[in-house]
Every structure is written in C-alpha cells, then in structure tokens.
C-alpha cells in the first residue's frame, strides 16, 4: 500500500474538457512534487511545493495549473491538454531537506494514467 | 550539471543467480543517491539511499547497492535473483544541501528474471 494516495487511477478526456488530478498524503511532508512520465522513461519533474507555495515549475505549459490547498493536498488542474500530453502523472512528497531530513526520500503515489482523446 | 547514466537499458538474469544494475553519475559535490523500483501500473518505490559511511548499503527486498566515488558508481546488486523483482529500477541523485531533495534521473533499466 502507497502512503500517497492519488485519483482517479485512469482518466481520459478531450481535448477541450476541464479535470483534476488529486493527490494526499498524511506523513507531514511539507514538500510535494508532480511528475509526468512516459512509458518506460524515468519521471520529468514539473512542479515542486514546499509549505504550500510553489517552489519550482519547470517551464510546464500553462494548460497544467497546480494548486496546494493545504499540507496534506495537492492538485493539477488540466484544460485544453494536447495528445502528447497522454502519460502517467506521478505525485510525490516527502521531508523538506533541513536538519535530520536532510535526505530522506520522496514517496510516491501510483499515479493517474491520462489519455487525451 | 547533474546527470545519471544506467547504461544498460535491459537486464536478464535467470532466478537464482545473482544480479547488477549499473549505475555512474556526475554531479558536483557529494551527492544523495538512491535507487527506485517501478512494477507495472504502480509508482516508484524507495529501495535504499548513500548518504555517507560505509559503501555497501543494504535496503529493501533483499537488495544492496556499492557506492565506489572514484569510479562514481553506484550499482544495484542482488546476490539471488527472484522472478518478482523484474520490474523497471531507476537510480536518482540529488544534490547535497538542496532543501527541495530534487532528484535527478537516470533512464531507467528494465530487469527481466526468467524462471
């Protein structure tokens, strides 16, 4: 069992609709990340919280907005995606690296697998 | 810059013997490194961390990673393969003394271990 708990599994949607991808976990991390993965590619990073405000966004397109209601939550608010935008979104978290978690590491969800139509 | 090479991109090894996943790096400083296991329609799963001290680091399922700084590998090992530890294992690197904990991947390799 993941202690990063995401849904839905599966979505699919077109190209016009407006959905969100939910992620939440309850170890009192305070930094947590999404990811977009392609089948059989290691995970992109493309954005990072820490105390609930955005820490990195990696140059993700516009039509990708997340959002961090509290330290527990974290959403990615999708409209208008593109076909290539089709793969599996991963989130993650983990202890912000000061002092003992220093180096502790991220803990992933088993993420949603995103079709565009 | 950071990055992380897996040079093999498969794997396969019968079950029984023992196994290695190749890893090297190149990243400034010292870095964090650890490795992830990936099972079909699942996340990355933690399987063990180098932060310091001894070079031989044991972590879950029974396997053990080497960390070698002049030949700046870490290589996942294994000494008795199983068939359910074919899966997708990646090896990461962050920086040490970065307070995000960015990881930065390498490709990935698939292992296969036939029965």
């Known amino acids: 069992d993941t202690e990063v708990t995401q849904t839905p599994k599966h979505l699919v949607m077109g190209m016009t609709n407006k959905k969100s991808l939910k992620c939440e976990q309850h170890m009192g991390h305070r930094a947590m990340y999404w990811y977009k993965q392609k089948a059989k590619k290691p995970p992109e990073l493309m954005f990072v919280?820490?105390?609930?405000?955005?820490?990195i966004n990696e140059s993700v397109p516009s039509r990708f907005s997340p959002e961090c209601p509290n330290s527990s939550l974290l959403n990615l608010h999708l409209h208008a995606l593109q076909p290539e935008d089709s793969a599996l979104y991963l989130c993650?978290?983990?202890?912000?690296?000061?002092?003992?978690?220093?180096?502790?590491?991220?803990?992933f969800g088993d993420g949603t697998r995103l079709s565009i139509l | 810059a950071q990055s992380v090479a897996q040079p093999e991109d498969q794997v396969n090894v019968a079950e029984g013997n023992p196994l290695t996943v190749k890893c090297t790096y190149s990243v400034s400083g010292n870095p964090y490194l650890f490795w992830y296991v990936q099972y079909p329609n699942r996340g990355l799963q933690f399987l063990l961390k180098y932060i310091t001290g001894d070079n031989l680091v044991k972590g879950s399922y029974g396997f053990e990673a080497e960390f070698n700084k002049s030949q700046t590998s870490f290589h996942l090992k294994k000494p008795s393969a199983l068939v359910s530890d074919s899966a997708l294992y990646f090896c990461a690197v962050s920086r040490r003394g970065s307070t995000l904990g960015r990881l930065y991947f390498g490709r990935g390799t698939q292992l296969t271990v036939w029965p």
């Open positions: 919280y820490s105390y609930e405000k955005l820490s």
């Open positions: 993650a978290s983990s202890h912000l690296g000061q002092g003992p978690y220093s180096n502790q590491p991220q803990h």
